[in-house]
């Protein structure tokens, strides 16, 4: 090969390979491209899986419904304990309110209790110290309502529209058993303002009676009577008692040969001449 011939071969081969070292070069750049986006997009998942984690770790993991549930039954429970809590809480005792809004006391033993406020005719004879309610009161005359069924009027002379108490129950009764020797009922009190049916369970019922307008009596062998009105035990009455220690209440509320009456709280304790002998009237006060 002549020289000529082999410098053209030189440069070709020179020109081949600057040829190759460029595609070569262009490789190598093209790999760093590929590598610097991969690098780069895998440090960007990166980051924002970090922070993604960072984010949702202070925030409160999400409540299964078993856990609900079991919150449930625990605010129902917290709930049912309080309202238990509630309904054991005692009630503020309240002061006994008495049956009749408006009473009228009766002052005098054997008192006119008229049909009408003419006073036209007498229908029945109140008892000292009887309480009824006032129904209305017009030009002197009081309308009471003596029982369910009956009314009638009296002259406002002989009533009070207010009666205060002068002696304790407690007195009144210890004052009662010790008047009435042998004394048969037991805790006499517990029937007044009580079904008649509830004494006769205890004592049986009593067969001889008397009836009035207003009341049914009730006679015992054993000395006793139970005053009842609209089925409902108003008064105790004991013959052949003992006044000898009535003094020992202090002043009554009233006093005269035909009775005398002492009120208590709740009760009244009144007494009688009973063919030459005391009689004891225990009675339920309803306007107290």
């Known amino acids: 090969m002549s020289q000529n011939e082999q410098q053209k071969e030189q ?21 760093g491209i590929l590598a610097t986006v991969l690098i780069v997009g895998g440090w960007g998942y990166m980051v924002s899986t970090n922070d993604a984690s960072q984010a949702t770790s202070t925030v409160e993991s999400p409540k299964t419904v078993g856990s609900e549930q079991e919150k449930d039954k625990k605010d129902t429970k917290k709930s049912a304990s309080t309202e238990q809590k509630t309904k054991e809480k005692k009630p503020k005792k309240k002061a006994d309110k008495p049956e009749i809004s408006q009473a009228a006391w009766v002052t005098r033993p054997f008192a ?10 007498v229908i029945y004879k109140a008892d000292l110290g009887d309480v009824y309610e006032i129904l209305d009161a017009e030009n002197g005359m009081v309308h009471l309502k003596l029982s369910d069924a009956v ?3 009296i002259p406002e002379t002989d009533v009070r529209m207010d009666v205060p108490s002068s002696v304790k ?19 006499p009190e517990q029937y007044l303002g009580q079904p008649l049916e509830k004494f006769e369970a205890k004592y049986g019922a009593l067969g001889n009676t008397q009836k009035d ?46 009775g005398t ?28």
């Open 261 to 288: 009456w002492y009120q208590g709280e709740k009760l009244q304790l009144k007494a009688f001449p009973d063919n030459g002998s005391t009689r004891l009237r225990l009675a339920r006060d309803p306007g107290k």
């Open 112 to 121: 006119d209790v008229y049909q009408d406020a003419n006073r036209s005719s």
């Open 151 to 153: 009314e009638g009027y």
């Open 11 to 31: 440069d070709r081969l020179s020109r081949k390979e600057r040829r190759k070292q460029k595609r070569n070069r262009r490789s190598v750049a093209l790999g």
């Open 169 to 187: 129950d407690k007195t009144l009764l210890e004052t009662l058993s010790q008047a009435v020797a042998n004394q048969p009922i037991e805790k």
């Open 213 to 258: 307008a207003v009341n049914t009596y009730h006679f015992s062998n054993a000395g006793y009577l139970l005053v009842v009105s609209d089925g409902i035990v108003e008064a105790i009455d004991w013959t052949n008692a003992s006044a000898s220690g009535l003094s020992a209440l202090g002043q009554p509320v009233v006093e005269t040969s035909y």
